[in-house]
């Protein structure tokens, strides 16, 4: 499970990973657009977390999760096809976006250690059916971002 955080973590960390590229205006301003919507995912993830208490608690929480990557996958995806230079390590990206970007990455550390700090609670939920089917479609959402 906590293998399936991490890579939820890093999965909302790819918009911020391939942060690097030149620029247009309207390109940061939609590309801050959606790494702000990751942000919030992100951080709503990890005040729900928190406060799982039964396997359907949890099954809701990866559900929300893997809702909001499903909307923002393809947000990112036509992004990175409308303006190629988004995946450009070689310029930087303006302050705000990378304020974002750190925000994001500081995160998904945080995520690290809260799934830890919860993962005793969580594993006797995981082999709930409700639990593992909200696992599955967090994957699929996942495999959206790549």
Same mark, same amino acid.
């Given at each position: 499970?906590?293998?399936?955080?991490?890579?939820?973590?890093?999965?909302?960390?790819?918009?911020?990973?391939?942060?690097?590229?030149?620029?247009?205006?309207?390109?940061?301003?939609?590309?801050?657009?959606?790494?702000?919507?990751?942000?919030?995912?992100?951080?709503?993830?990890?005040?729900?977390? +928190?406060?799982? +208490?039964?396997?359907?608690?949890?099954?809701?929480?990866?559900?929300?999760?893997?809702?909001?990557?499903?909307?923002?996958?393809?947000?990112?995806?036509?992004?990175?096809?409308?303006?190629?230079?988004?995946?450009?390590?070689?310029?930087?990206?303006?302050?705000?976006?990378?304020?974002?970007?750190?925000?994001?990455?500081?995160?998904?550390?945080?995520?690290?250690?809260?799934?830890?700090? +919860?993962?005793?609670?969580?594993?006797?939920? +995981?082999?709930?059916?409700?639990?593992?089917?909200?696992?599955?479609?967090?994957?699929?959402?996942?495999?959206?971002?790549?």
């Amino acid at each position: 499970m906590i293998k399936t955080l991490g890579a939820a973590a890093c999965m909302l960390l790819l918009g911020a990973a391939f942060s690097l590229g030149c620029g247009k205006a309207s390109m940061y301003a939609e590309f801050e657009k959606v790494l702000a919507d990751q942000l919030a995912a992100q951080e709503r993830y990890m005040e729900d977390i +928190v406060n799982v +208490v039964t396997p359907q608690d949890l099954a809701r929480v990866i559900d929300g999760l893997a809702a909001q990557i499903e909307v923002i996958a393809p947000r990112l995806s036509e992004l990175y096809k409308k303006y190629p230079a988004l995946k450009s390590e070689e310029k930087k990206m303006p302050p705000s976006v990378e304020a974002i970007r750190k925000r994001i990455e500081a995160n998904a550390a945080q995520m690290g250690h809260l799934g830890e700090t +919860v993962n005793a609670r969580l594993k006797i939920m +995981v082999n709930d059916p409700a639990v593992k089917k909200s696992f599955e479609r967090l994957n699929e959402a996942l495999m959206l971002m790549e």
